[in-house]
T-cell receptor, first 111, second 113 residues
Framework: TQLLEQSPQFLSIQEGENLTVYCNSS?????LQWYRQEPGEGPVLLVT?????EVKKLKRLTFQFGDARKDSSLHITAAQPGDTGLYLC???????????FGAGTTVTVRA | DAGVTQSPTHLIKTRGQHVTLRCSPI?????VSWYQQVLGQGPQFIFQ???????GRGNFPDRFSARQFPNYSSELNVNALLLGDSALYLC????????????FGEGSRLTVL
């Protein structure tokens, strides 16, 4: 059983459209990260959220941490082909040493 | 500055063989973690080492072992390879342990035939 459930699994949109990826769990996390992974490469950290209700923006990407620190979302505005990739959410439980990953959402932005 | 480097990048083995994967962390990083990523899934935690000691182990069989050297580089060893061990093996480093902010290498793609 996956600690973090991501949806949707696949997302294909046209350039200029908006998209949202969801990451849900029944567990409370001390911090939650979003990573992006491109083919043949390792995941690259995009953002860390630690406070319930926190919203962070990274250019056209907006990340939100749920009030109860159990879920998160990633919203991309006016998607571009360069946003194509596998988006992974990951969470660290309190007093835990390992980072747990969701299965990922494959985003394809068509030109 | 050099990022996390892993070797080899690709390798092919047959069932029953043994494999050693190597990782050099970012300079100054004392924690190294290993993850297995099967196609279509997110990375699964295998080991974490900090200051040359094993600090955590995931749900993997004893065929998997690892160690960290005095220069903080690390090796992952897998014995008696099975077809199901085919995956991308990722090494990640961080300055401290128990953090979600990891720096990953490009991975070692292992194919078991």
């Amino acid at each position: 059983t996956q600690l973090l459930e991501q949806s949707p699994q696949f997302l294909s949109i046209q350039e200029g459209e908006n998209l949202t990826v969801y990451c849900n769990s029944s567990s409370v996390f001390s911090s939650l990260q979003w990573y992006r992974q491109e083919p043949g490469e390792g995941p690259v950290l995009l953002v860390t959220v630690v406070t319930g209700g926190e919203v962070k923006k990274l250019k056209r990407l907006t990340f939100q941490f749920g009030d109860a620190r159990k879920d998160s979302s990633l919203h991309i505005t006016a998607a571009q082909p360069g946003d194509t990739g596998l988006y992974l959410c990951a969470g660290l439980l309190s007093n835990d040493y390992k980072l747990s990953f969701g299965a990922g959402t494959t985003v394809t932005v068509r030109a | 500055d050099a990022g996390v480097t892993q070797s080899p990048t690709h390798l092919i083995k047959t069932r029953g063989q043994h494999v050693t994967l190597r990782c050099s962390p970012i300079s100054g990083h004392k924690s190294v973690s290993w993850y297995q990523q099967v196609l279509g899934q997110g990375p699964q935690f295998i080991f974490q080492y900090y200051e040359k000691e094993e600090r955590g182990r995931g749900n993997f069989p004893d065929r998997f072992s690892a160690r960290q050297f005095p220069n903080y580089s690390s090796e992952l060893n897998v014995n008696a390879l099975l077809l199901g061990d085919s995956a991308l093996y990722l090494c990640a480093s961080s300055f401290i342990q128990n953090t979600g902010e990891l720096f990953f290498g490009e991975g070692s793609r292992l194919t078991v035939l």
